[in-house]
């Protein structure tokens, strides 16, 4: 499992659409069958699960699991078929 951590990244812009340009991102690095564990800091994306998974979906990645801990949220992708 490859992993991407982006907990420190300050960004300038929109959060949205740096998460949305790195999950692309990560889709076009990745092979099929890999699985990415992407990390996050809650207080700079504060999304839900349903606008994680869409994020995901439009970037033709696969999210397999979303976790929540101390702040941090951890988003499982996977590239999709």
Same mark, same amino acid.
């Given at each position: 499992?490859?992993? +991407? %951590?982006? /907990? ?5 812009? %929109?959060? &949205?659409?740096? !998460?949305?340009?790195? #999950?692309?991102? @990560?889709? *076009? +690095? #990745?092979?099929s069958g890999d699985?990415?564990? !992407?990390? #996050?800091? +809650?207080?700079? &994306?504060?999304?839900? %699960?349903? @606008? &994680?998974?869409? #994020? ?9 699991? *979303?976790? /929540? +801990?101390?702040?941090? @949220?951890? !988003? &499982?992708?996977?590239k999709?078929?």
């Amino acid at each position: 499992m490859l992993e +991407e %951590d982006y /907990r420190t990244v300050s960004c300038g812009g %929109d959060p &949205f659409n740096f !998460l949305l340009s790195t #999950i692309k991102s @990560i889709g *076009i +690095e #990745i092979g099929s069958g890999d699985t990415v564990k !992407l990390m #996050i800091m +809650e207080e700079k &994306f504060k999304y839900t %699960d349903e @606008i &994680f998974k869409k #994020i995901a979906k439009y970037s033709k990645m696969e999210l397999t699991n *979303i976790v /929540r +801990e101390n702040g941090e @949220i951890y !988003l &499982f992708l996977s590239k999709s078929p």
